[in-house]
Structures are given as structure tokens and as C-alpha cells.
């Protein structure tokens, strides 16, 4: 793996998106090529659960079954954590692992997300350690 990741120090903020609470780094620099992210919330357990913390990389290509990181449509300052399903003529379907989860939002509440609203790919989980290895869908 090449080690061209940058990680940002900076402060942090909250975005919330019902149940799905994540923490992003409150600065986008730009040349910056990855970013973390906390998980909060059910809608993707069993893969992520609240706690896990997670490394984007921005603008990564993504593939069908991918674990992204997006702006909820709407509402562009909140970002949610879901697996892209396919992509269509109109975006990327994004869907939760646990659509039973409470308060739990994807595409089958607002229909595709925009590739332009598609932040990164989950490269990887990197807390808590000995937690098993993040897998595309179908793997």
C-alpha cells in the first residue's frame, strides 16, 4: 500500500443524519486525499457499528457493493456512511447493510445520490483493531 494518505489533524465536527451520526475532519484541504470518519448509529451493522472509525479516500473510483461516504441529499453539510448498491443513469444507489435500523436513511427514502454528492470510497477500518477486515458486498 502506498503511503500517500494524509490524515487531518484538525478540529472536529458533528454531522447528523438520523440515526446515522458521523464525525468527519471539520477541513477539506484541498490535495488532501483521504479523510476519517467515526460511525454512529445501525444501518450498516453488521459490517460497521457505532465506534468504528474509518479511512475515506476522496474522489476514489467506486464499484457496485463499495462502502462509501456521501452528502445526504438535501443537505449537502451532512454526510452519511452507505453501501453503493449500482449506479444508474441519475447517481449511485446507495443502501444501508441493516435497513431495520432506526432512523436509518438511503436511496429507498430519496432515490440515487448524485456521483457529484459521493465524497469517497472506505478504504478500511482502522479502530477497533482485531475487528476483522471490511469487505465489499459479495466477497
Avoid: C
Avoid at 503511503?3 to 475532519?25: C, E, K, M, R
Amino acid at each position: 500500500m502506498r503511503a500517500s494518505f494524509s490524515f487531518l489533524d484538525a478540529d472536529i465536527q458533528t454531522a447528523l443524519s438520523g440515526s446515522q451520526l458521523t464525525l468527519v475532519d471539520s477541513q477539506e484541504r484541498k490535495g488532501m486525499s483521504a479523510m476519517r470518519v467515526r460511525v454512529e448509529g445501525e444501518s450498516m451493522s453488521p459490517a460497521l457499528r457505532p465506534g468504528d472509525w474509518l479511512v475515506v479516500r476522496r474522489r476514489a473510483r467506486v464499484r457496485p457493493g463499495d462502502v462509501v461516504v456521501a452528502r445526504l441529499p438535501g443537505d449537502s453539510a451532512t454526510m452519511i456512511v452507505k453501501r453503493a448498491a449500482w449506479a444508474d443513469g441519475d447517481g449511485w444507489w446507495l443502501e444501508s447493510d441493516n435497513q431495520r435500523a432506526p432512523g436509518r436513511r438511503d436511496s429507498w427514502d430519496f432515490g440515487a445520490v448524485s456521483a457529484s454528492l459521493v465524497v469517497g470510497r472506505v478504504l478500511f477500518r482502522y479502530w477497533p483493531p482485531r475487528r476483522g477486515a471490511l469487505r465489499r458486498a459479495g466477497h
